[in-house]
């Protein structure tokens, strides 16, 4: 009995063959002449449907529990499937009483519902296809990012700085530390340390050695905010090309990014996505159709805050120019841009981290900095031109009164700088715009916001 995944017994390849599977049982139905099974272990979406002589049962055979079947794969006589196990050994591995599994068979469970079981919501269908897309869209963006000669960098978790300047940091010290080496030297690292909020810096670093770099992975920022497009903890991908003096040049990266990855996602992913957008967002695909055949819309600062002040809709927060632009201002101009994603241009200098380009205009003083809008989440990717002129990056990390932390940061634009820029895309956010998922919480395997830290 050659042991198959799931996918691998669906796929057909190995009909008429002895075969052996292992996973969790889906569903068991008993008839007057067999007791069918429908069997999953997170391959696929499908499961694998186990014919058994009643026999084989077992009291242990139940909703939720592992088994190992080992039998002749057949061709399927239903329309249903093309292929079904003909069992001739079920062994029970691991029983699970259905009364007390907080999973009911057959029952569609709501995303809110299955969320309060972050050690047991992979076993079910919707989790275990979030879990596939996600993995295949991260596999789609290492394909993108190596297909157009960008350099992974591992960027470190733990840093000295503040790359956003938001305060938004957590801390880091050991848990426990010899109370006299404390009072010598109150930090480990002998500086205060933190878990990085973006790679941004030390990609900049990478950008002073290499045409385009990028990175991927966690970053963590203390939110306070209990919104459903934020978390303390979730994934960046930034990237950040040399020799380039226009915003354009990178929002032709962000729009190539998201379009390539999602071509490849839904080809990947088709029935995973499939579920999305018939049970948990009715009709999205139509929408992330949309997003891939059109253009993506520019607009500047200036011009979204004219948009807004046009409107009828009444916002909580002002839309005066100079204010920073709210969720429900961002929802609105995607809105108005046809539900087309939209990158705004050009945000007041104040309002943007000390590594923005300065424009130097007058009288509206703005950064080359972009964020781009996407339907449903508001801003999906943040980037900007850095600052590469040594005298006025200066002056404003002096305001800052930053020079001592960012004497290396200065350096780099004292040694061979080149006009560089880039940008970064919360992959949470990446994943609910194209899955039309509502809650960022449930887009991630496990969850981590203010006053949840489960497992
Ligand atoms: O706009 P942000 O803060 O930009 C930066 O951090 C830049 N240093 C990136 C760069 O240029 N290399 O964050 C980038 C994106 C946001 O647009 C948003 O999608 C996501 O990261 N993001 C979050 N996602 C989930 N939870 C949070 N708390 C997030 N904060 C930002
Ligand atoms: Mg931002």
């Not at 500086?191 to 992975?217: C, K, N, R």
């Not at 609105?332 to 990158?343: A, D, E, S």
């Not at 006025?392 to 634009?413: F, H, K, P, T, V």
Request: aromatic share 10%; net charge negative.
């Amino acid at each position: 009995f050659k042991k198959l995944t799931i996918s691998d017994a669906l796929s057909t390849k190995a009909l008429g063959s002895n075969i052996r599977i292992q996973g969790w049982v889906r569903s068991v139905r008993s008839q007057k002449e067999h007791l069918f099974l429908h069997v999953n272990d997170g391959s696929s979406l499908q499961p694998l449907q186990v014919v058994a002589s009643h026999d084989l049962n077992d009291r242990g055979l139940t909703f939720g529990s592992a088994i190992d079947v080992s039998g002749s794969l057949e061709k399927s006589p239903s329309g249903k499937q093309n292929v079904e196990l003909h069992a001739k050994q079920i062994q029970v591995t691991g029983k699970c009483d259905p009364t007390e599994f907080p999973f009911k068979i057959k029952e569609r469970h709501s995303l809110e519902y299955i969320r309060q079981f972050p050690h047991l919501r992979c076993r079910t269908n919707v989790f275990s296809a979030l879990l596939r897309v996600r993995s295949e869209a991260t596999s789609a963006i290492q394909s993108f990012f190596k297909d157009n000669g960008f350099i992974q960098i591992h960027t470190p978790v733990i840093t000295s700085n503040d790359c956003e300047g938001a305060g938004e940091l957590f801390q880091v010290e050991p848990a426990s530390r010899d109370k006299q080496q404390d009072e010598r030297d109150p930090h480990y690292f002998s500086v205060p340390t933190y878990l990085t909020v973006s790679g941004q810096l030390h990609l900049e670093v990478m950008a002073g050695a290499f045409p385009a770099v990028y990175t991927f992975g966690p970053t963590f920022r203390a939110e306070n905010s209990q919104s459903r497009r934020h978390l303390a903890e979730f994934y960046m991908v930034e990237a950040e090309i040399s020799f380039t003096e226009s915003l354009e040049d990178v929002m032709t990266v962000m729009e190539h990014l998201f379009k390539a990855s999602t071509e490849h996602v839904l080809t990947h992913c088709a029935e995973d996505v499939e579920l999305f957008h018939k049970f948990v967002a009715p009709g999205h695909r139509g929408q992330v159709d949309l997003m891939l055949s059109r253009k993506f819309n520019v607009i500047s600062y200036t011009e979204a805050i004219d948009i807004l002040n046009r409107s009828s809709q009444i916002f909580t927060f002002p839309t005066k120019w100079g204010c920073d632009l709210q969720t429900e201002h961002e929802k609105y101009l995607v809105k108005h841009c046809g539900n087309i994603p939209v990158f705004v241009t050009d945000y007041p200098y104040d309002l943007k981290p000390f590594y923005a380009r300065d424009n130097q205009d007058h009288p509206r003083h703005t950064a080359a900095a972009v964020d781009l809008l996407v339907p449903g989440v508001g801003e999906l990717c943040g980037g900007s031109l850095r600052e590469e002129r040594l005298e006025i990056l200066r002056s404003r990390i002096i305001q800052a009164g930053m020079e001592d932390a960012y004497e290396w940061y200065l350096q780099l634009r004292q040694f061979g700088s080149v006009p560089h820029g880039g940008f970064g895309m919360g992959f949470e956010r990446y994943l609910q715009c194209i899955l039309g998922v509502d809650n960022i919480k449930d887009v991630i395997p496990f969850a981590r916001f203010s006053h949840s830290c489960l497992l």
